[in-house]
């Protein structure tokens, strides 16, 4: 007697993917057409050379009539829009905060779509790299940056507390197409594994809004995500099949260096950046 192959999840009928022009969401537009029938790009700024499953829809976070037309009509979102670095509190405020506070509201307002959020280690990112945590850990934010993002989370779960608005709290990692030092060996998400970690949160069953460390499947973390085992997800990269290239471009890394010691990396040796008037 053999296995029956399982279908293949139903596809979404229409995708908002923020944050569009970003790095990381340009690297998975390509693979975004195995989720939806029609994905909508959007950002500050219109996406050049659309894909035959995308379409434009420009939104600047802290706009909220924007944001409620991107949203409008969409049965799933992918929130990778924001100010992603660490800088001047006022961006931050802006795309951050009030972004992801017009975000929520307006899938409240569209029939609570499921959101995946894009978190950040940053959030934990004062923690030793030789301590392992899981999603039950106190945050300890390295960054302005990593405090707006713990207002994200702690939105998202109000959202769903008292309107039911399900989200899978993704605390992105390091999502490249390779891991880049010794610290990313513990903290790398394949592009592949963050795209099968959205399917997953579309069509689990249960989702709740849980909190899950976005990492692939490698061999050394400092992240525990066996509380989320009951979405199913099953991350198929390992960045042990890069342990070599990593140690010949650094061979012999230093253990008192930031990037090394905290799961944030460099992140908590960051100043504060000081607004100048003319931010």
Known sequence: MTDTPQAAPKKLRRLLL???TGAMATAIRPLLSELADTVVVSGRREVQNLLPHEEN???SLDDFDAVNAAVAGCDGIIHLGGYSIEGPFRPIQDANIQGVYNLYEAARAHGHPRIVFGSSNHV???YPQSETIDAQAVPRPDSLYAVSKIYGEAL???YFDKFGQETAILRIGSCFDYPKSHRMLATWLSYEDFVSFCQTAFHAPKLGCPIVYG????????WDNSAADYLGWTPKSNSEDFVAQVQEAHPNPDP???LNVYHGGTFPELPI???TKDD
Request: glycine residues 8%.
């Open 18 to 20: 923020t944050g569009a």
């Open 57 to 59: 829809c420009c939104a």
């Open 124 to 126: 934990v990112g004062f």
């Open 156 to 158: 998202a779960r109000m």
């Open 215 to 222: 990492m692939s499947n490698n061999t050394r973390s400092f």
């Open 256 to 258: 008192n260096d930031p």
């Open 273 to 275: 950046v000081t607004e």
